[in-house]
């Protein structure tokens, strides 16, 4: 009963988001170019937010991480889902970034996030803080993937989750991990090798998470892991 309740709970948060977010979208556009909030809801269309969110196994009150937030996509989602009570670390390592992030954050007034300006090796992630990671699209950027994952686990509660979602082109998919990075994608086998080197338990994965072939000719794949 308690689990049921709990995705019930998350379940509705992000349905008011989405009828939140649709206002916004009609009220207000404070985004100019690709990052203006009509990119955001059609990529809403495809990403699955709601299925990612429900694989962090988040609540209200939790403490959560967006690892490679860019200009918060998911970021604005899970503050809604953690509530008042929660918290949300936004990453990246690109100030300019978290620049535009800071101003999408004020202009809907939400206060549970803290920015962080991580370094390549290192998101600077409280320890033993945090009841689950995203890391969505950004994967493949990084070079020190080994040392990221560590911190990443010293971060994470016990039990906490790892979620990446990242693509890859079906034609790519056989490539090495250094001619994939290169397209900007990234096949599960890598991530899952990285993973079991981590001392990660990988929870649940899915090979075609989500299409994009019509949109960006690839698909997404998805990996839950735990500490």
Known sequence: ?????????????????????????????????????SAWVERDKWQKPLDIIRLMNIKDGGVVADVGCHEGYMTVKLAFVVGGSGKVYAVDVEQRKLDRLKNHLETRMISNVSLVKGDYDNPKLPAGSLDAVIILDTYHEMDDHDEILQHIKTSLKPGGRLVICEPIADERRDLSRAEQERKHELAMRFVLEDLEKAGFQVVSKQENFVDRTSVKGDRMWVVVAKK
């Open 1 to 37: 009963m308690g689990i049921h309740n709990s995705i019930q709970q998350v379940n509705s948060r992000v349905l008011l988001f989405f009828i939140l977010l649709a206002h916004y979208a009609h009220a207000q556009n404070p985004y100019t170019d690709v990052y203006k909030e």
